[in-house]
């Protein structure tokens, strides 16, 4: 029934012939970061926003795959959801660079990192900034943008000119990136890109059109949602023994991947964030102000209150809090997401 399990993930990086109806933003980047015509490199600046499930991470690790077969290129692929700190950004450069581990600089200066960093960086390097929105301070975007032969790649759900910079430079610098939009798919895109990964990883036979239909109506323009999905029902078809995938085997099955992203999502978060999550179940539903004070009583060393805003819209991103639509809004973590929370806490 599966030939190929890992193309049924929703986290698997696909091999290029199997992304579909992402050429033009593929092509646009590609054309950002390759290397000049004399085989040099510029501090080259791409900004890449959409909503989640888009095709944003996918395209980016594909043409960083292409870049890194056809040119002398470093790459250095951060997620500001884990590290949002300026330490934890310029750590991250250092151990992309193949630095010993960030716990043999844990009392360091954030200077003294950057010299470090401005010191090894060579050449072709690009650096990947993936959440770009939860970093803590837009510093760290300064310093990296003053790196010589050094490309920058931003990865965020909302435009840059809906983010808060502090800094005019920074906003500048972002406003002459080369911007790409990535719009939700259709579902007639939906329904390709799961025929490719059908075609990959199923024997023939295994699901139908109707039942690939039933999928994206689920999935609401989100390739996340819909991969996941199809990799649940193909599960469960394979564990009931059934010859083929059905339309109640999907309806039973949007639990599970529901649950799989949720899981998939929780594992991306710093301990500080999962705390944050622990605090809107215990005290939500509540507005923004009551859960950061709450916060702030449970961790020793709390982030600030723009950073736990960031964290909020982000959750709310995610689809791990409920948001009202009111004037002051009030926040509420998803029964899945505290059932998940819980369960990982018995289990550590």
């Known amino acids: 029934m599966i030939q190929n399990p890992a193309i049924l993930e929703p986290n698997t990086q696909p091999e290029r012939e199997i992304i579909v109806h992402r050429e033009s933003e593929i092509d646009s980047l590609i054309s950002v970061l390759k290397p000049l015509p004399t085989g040099e490199f510029w501090e080259a600046s791409a900004y890449l926003y959409g909503p989640s499930g888009a095709g944003k991470t996918t395209t980016t690790r594909c043409v960083l795959e292409q ?67 939860q970093l803590e301070t837009w510093n760290v975007l300064h310093q990296l943008y003053g790196l010589n032969g ?35 798919y259709s579902e007639s895109q939906l329904t390709s890109i799961l025929d490719r ?15 690939i239909s039933t999928i994206v109506s689920y999935a609401d323009g989100d ?42 999502r929780l594992d991306s978060l710093s301990a500080d964030q999962r705390v944050a999550l622990e605090v809107i179940g215990s005290v939500g539903p509540s507005t923004s102000t009551p859960l950061f004070e709450a916060y702030c009583e449970r961790v020793d060393e709390p982030k600030s209150d723009r950073t736990f805003r960031n964290w909020l819209r982000k959750f709310v991103e995610y689809e791990l809090v409920d948001k009202t639509d009111s004037s002051v809004p009030e926040y509420q973590l998803r029964k899945m997401v505290g059932k998940e929370l819980r369960e990982s806490l018995l289990a550590n």
């Open 223 to 264: 390739a996340r949602k819909a991969i996941s999905l199809l990799n649940q029902a193909v599960r469960r078809t394979r564990k009931d023994r059934l010859g083929t995938v059905s339309s109640d085997v999907i309806e039973a099955s949007v639990g599970d991947a529901e649950r799989e992203i949720v899981r998939s």
């Open 150 to 184: 050094v490309s920058t790649v931003c990865i965020a759900n909302q435009p840059w000119h809906d983010l808060e910079f502090e800094d005019p430079r920074i906003d500048s610098r972002m406003g002459s990136a080369t911007q790409i939009a990535f719009r939700a």
């Open 197 to 211: 990964r059908v075609r990959a990883g199923l024997d023939a036979g295994v699901i139908g059109n109707e039942e």
């Open 67 to 133: 870049l890194e077969e056809a040119h002398d290129v470093s790459i250095i692929y951060i997620d500001c959801m884990a590290h949002h700190s300026q330490h934890d950004i310029l750590n991250a450069m250092l151990e992309g660079l193949g630095a010993r581990p960030s716990a043999f600089r844990r009392g360091e200066s954030t200077g003294s990192l950057y010299s470090k960093v401005k010191a090894s960086t060579p050449d072709g390097t690009i650096v990947v900034l993936d959440e770009v929105d």
